[in-house]
């Protein structure tokens, strides 16, 4: 792992807004840094995508940093939605103009952004409460009746096949985050101690398992989806990174992601999401 992605999973004191924008860029880089996932862009190739490889992603967590910071000081000023929102397009049309175009975090953005307007406002507030809590409490109505994006692959299969997709995870305060990637954090540190990367690896398999990923949906259909979570099942069934050939089975998952052009987005975005909660609340 390069310096620039060091990582310290106790929490410290509270951090302010440069500090939680500079820790959500962290969390997405720290997901790019991490191999095998199947079918998705990490440092060593480019998985089931043409359009984008490690380095663009990375340009792009730069590019949205200071975005996350103006998320968290909205939030400590008791932002609205709309407020929130505004910011959103703002990152969104940055990291296209960062990409030429490639869409890279639009999913992040979103869900990373929420998650550090509420770090913001419980910061500023004091309270205890959970930043997905938070996020629910503040915002959730606001975020299910907001405007539906037209252009998002996950919105367009989340409207042909009835899943809740980002919108419902956020208004729900994300339960796949804190119900499935941070259980799957703390019991991969067990099989693999001193190994942060197949820790990430298997909270990914994780989250791939269990969640309706609708990147998935809108790549391979419901089979497609089933392939995947099967997949992913199936690995973590056998032992998952706590199994001497867990590296080699994971690549061969991966490149049968990469030959039926699977890549589950959201299981990525959840994962910088789950790291990005952990540092703060764990």
Known sequence: MTPALKWQSRPELALDAAQLGDLASLCLKLEVETYPKPGLVSHVDNGAHRDMDAALLCLSAETLMPFFSELAAAGAEGAGMNRLRAIGVAAERAMLA????????????????????????????????SLGRLVSERWGDDILSGPV??????????????????????????????DIALPA????????????????????????????????????????????????????????????????????????FVARNLSPGGSADLLAMALFVERLEV
């Open 98 to 129: 960062a990409t030429c175009g490639v869409n890279t975090h639009r999913g992040a953005i979103f869900g990373l952004g929420l998650l550090c307007a509420a770090a913001g406002y419980r910061n500023a507030v004091g309270i205890r409460k």
């Open 149 to 178: 994006s037209l252009r998002s692959h996950g919105a367009v299969a989340g409207r042909r096949y009835g899943a809740g997709g980002a919108r419902a995870e956020a208004a729900d305060g994300f339960p796949s985050v804190y």
């Open 185 to 256: 954090l703390h019991a991969a540190r067990k099989l693999a101690p001193h190994d942060e990367e197949a820790v990430r690896v298997e909270t990914c398999m994780r989250l791939i398992a269990e969640v309706t990923d609708t990147n998935l949906l809108h790549r391979g259909r419901p089979e497609g989806l089933r392939f995947a979570q099967e997949s992913a099942a199936s690995f973590l069934a056998a032992g998952g990174v706590g199994s001497p050939d867990w590296r080699r089975r994971t690549a061969n998952i991966h490149q049968a």
